[in-house]
């Protein structure tokens, strides 16, 4: 069997990707920083033989390995880590911190789970070129920076990305999830949500904290804004359709006797859906500027979007082929995949590039550790989850998993 041939290199693979995941996750860099993981990712693709190109977008590079006359297929993986306090109290845990793109200094962990997506990408590549009997066409192994900004994969393609690599004929993409490891699962369709963040500045009037009816007080109604906000998804969203919303900030004032002119609200939405997201949007609009009305401000509210996420929507014919050869080589691991409320950039390269594809996930949680606190009904207490400061997927098998996955993902294209 062609995959089987492949992964019987895996055991002469394992011990440099465990060693590169450990360097990367105790080494990670913020989005559009990620310079030191595009070296050890590049000094990887030529030492197995891969055409590179550094640069792209930035820190963005990709790597061209042709095999012949067959298609050409696109394994992706994000690099860039989060600014965020590692506390797993792993003996590589990050310590690194650094200047942000605003000049703050702050902590920086991997801690979404790009460390796991670069290692197995890279050793899927070494696989690969080790075995060129078993396969024939072209593979484009893409490391993007910049997903968690939303802006790494666009950047890429401003960049000329498109004349660099021979066109895919499929795109394919993982993630590392908090479920248990050794596990794969796919899904059809809407896969993984659109996501808009939106910063709000609410004009006030100041005043002395003893003299409030001098004053028009942002904080009031920042706090009026926010109650009338969660019935958007529980009033207006339609039954059926999937929509969060979510207030993550919220700044006014410096000194407790003193009311502030201005207060500034950052909140984050997910859909599914561009109706769906337009409902949600204008509501938000709407809420906050009858609340500004109702409250007598002296001026507009300003409403900026940023950090925006395309809806991702995997190709049904592209995943069954992928969910079929998952089926073949995992068994029983691999299943369904639930949608994600979670936001993905990759999408924009192959919508762009006008290619089909899939984006699947894969499991990092030790699967004892998984058990015990499911069948505990503590779930979502006792599993970090990304993003947070004790999220770190165990290095096996979740690496061996992740390997797999690319390695026969692809070859249900490239296989002889």
């Known amino acids: 069997m062609t995959t089987s041939s492949v992964l019987a290199g895996l055991d002469g693979v394992r011990a440099w990707q465990e060693e590169l995941y450990r360097d990367l996750h105790a080494h990670p860099e913020l989005s559009h920083q990620e310079r030191r993981t595009a070296q050890r990712v590049s000094e990887r693709l030529r030492h197995a033989g891969y055409e590179v190109h550094e640069g792209i977008g930035g820190t963005g590079l990709v790597g061209v390995l042709g095999n012949g006359t067959g298609p050409t297929v696109l394994l992706r993986a994000d690099m860039d880590a989060l ?3 590692e ?3 792993l003996p590589y845990a990050s310590t690194v911190t650094t200047t942000d793109a605003d000049g703050d200094q702050v902590p920086v962990a991997h801690a979404c789970g790009h ?6 990408l890279l050793g899927a590549a070494q696989l690969l070129a080790n075995d060129r009997e078993a396969w024939r066409g072209t593979v ?39 479920v248990p490891a050794g596990h794969v699962g796919t ?13 709000i500045t609410v004009h006030g009037r100041g005043a002395h904290g003893s003299m409030p009816q001098a004053a028009v007080d942002p904080v009031v ?3 009026m804004i926010v109650i009338r906000l969660q019935t958007i998804v529980s009033r207006e969203t339609p039954p059926g359709e999937t929509a969060v919303l979510t207030v ?24 599914y859906g561009d109706t769906t997201r337009a409902l949600v949007l204008d509501a938000i609009r709407r809420i906050v500027s009858a609340e500004c009305q109702a409250s007598g401000c002296p001026r507009d509210p300003e409403f900026e979007l940023f950090d925006r996420f395309p809806l991702t929507i995997n190709d049904p014919d592209v995943t069954e082929r992928v969910a079929a050869a998952f089926g073949d080589f995992f068994g029983d691991r691999a299943g369904p995949l639930g949608q994600q409320t979670a936001s993905e950039d990759f999408s924009d390269i192959p919508t762009t590039l006008g290619v089909p594809y899939t984006y699947w996930g894969i499991g990092g949680i030790d699967p004892k550790t998984y058990q015990q606190a ?15 400061p004790g999220f770190a997927p165990v290095i096996q098998p979740t690496l061996d998993t992740g390997t797999q996955a690319l390695i026969t993902a692809a070859l249900a294209w490239l296989a002889r």
Not at 161 to 177: E, G, K, W
Not at 250 to 268: F, M, Q, T
Not at 374 to 388: E, F, L, T, Y
């Open 187 to 199: 899904l059809a369709g809407p896969v993984l949500s659109a996501a808009d963040s939106m910063r």
């Open 248 to 271: 993550g900030s919220i700044r006014a004032g410096g000194k407790s006797n003193v009311i502030p002119d201005r207060a500034v609200i950052e909140l984050n939405v997910r859909t």
């Open 83 to 85: 600014p965020v306090r």
């Open 374 to 388: 499911q069948d505990a009904g503590r779930v979502s207490r006792d599993i970090p989850v990304n993003h947070s």
């Open 115 to 120: 460390d796991v997506h670069v290692s197995c």
């Open 221 to 223: 109604l920042v706090a």
């Open 87 to 89: 506390a797993t109290g």
């Open 140 to 178: 484009v192994a893409l490391f993007q920076p910049a997903e968690e900004t939303g802006d790494g994969a666009r950047g890429m393609l401003d960049d000329g990305l498109a004349a660099l690599i021979p066109t895919p004929d499929v795109a394919l993409a993982q993630h590392v999830l908090p």
